[in-house]
């Protein structure tokens, strides 16, 4: 049973460029989060997606960030036009259903830096 | 709003020596309780996680935390830390019936001496 799959490991960026950051959940969980971590700094949730739904984006930066989590396919966190202050570890998580009694199961990460 | 304070923000120990990292939240009614660790350059791990009943929880590794509902405190305990445990330690809270999102606190860099 493969944990939280997330892609790739190392991105580098250069400023304006686009960023996409894919996170596959565990098998049976139903609910994906992504949660940002800045150098020093704690995990800042950034939002909660179920299949094809938005449910919490209130983590998640006004503009150019975005995230889906189509029907089929990863969830996938996007960041246009990035900047050096979007330089960042981003985890996934996922959770099934009861969420609030199992927790969260994470990722392994993207390292995302922008030159 | 939900929020967790870790007041510890890099704690240096030697080898075999006794281990308490502080947690605290800030909310008001049931709370679901979690410790999380991340070895360096790798993802964040489950140690521990309190929902219900006896306060005293014992997680991997030797590991326990307790939970005392009075103080708003989680603290995380390991009797003789080794080398290995050199890593940052994450205490977290989500509400059960709230928005059952995951708060994080900020985090506390342990190094530990051989």
């Known amino acids: 049973n493969a944990g939280v799959m997330q892609n790739p490991r190392h991105l580098v960026r250069r400023r304006g460029q686009e960023a996409r950051l894919r996170c596959s959940p565990m098998k049976g969980h139903s609910h994906v989060y992504w949660y940002r971590q800045l150098p020093e700094e704690g995990l800042k949730f950034m939002v909660y997606l179920q299949k094809e739904n938005i449910i919490d984006e209130s983590g998640m930066p006004k503009e150019r960030f975005s995230a889906e989590f189509p029907k089929e396919g990863p969830s996938i966190l996007r960041i246009q036009q990035v900047v050096r202050g979007d330089s960042a570890a981003y985890f996934c998580?996922?959770?099934?259903?009861?969420?609030?009694?199992?927790?969260?199961?994470f990722g392994s990460g993207t390292r995302l830096t922008v030159v | 709003a939900q929020s967790v304070s870790q007041h510890n923000h890099h704690v240096i120990l030697s080898e075999a020596a006794s281990l308490e990292l502080g947690c605290n939240y800030s909310?008001?009614?049931?709370?679901?309780l979690f410790w999380y660790v991340q070895y360096p350059g790798q993802h964040l791990q489950l140690l521990l996680k309190y929902f219900s009943g006896d306060p005293l929880v014992k997680g991997i590794k030797g590991f326990e935390a307790e939970f005392i509902k009075s103080k708003f405190s989680f603290n995380l305990r390991k009797p003789s830390v080794q080398w290995s445990d050199t890593a940052e330690y994450f205490c977290a809270v989500m509400s059960p019936t709230g928005a059952n999102n995951l708060f994080f606190g900020t985090g506390t860099r342990l190094t530990v001496i051989p």
């Open positions: 998580a996922s959770s099934p259903l009861d969420r609030a009694n199992y927790g969260y199961t």
């Open positions: 909310y008001g009614g049931t709370v679901n």
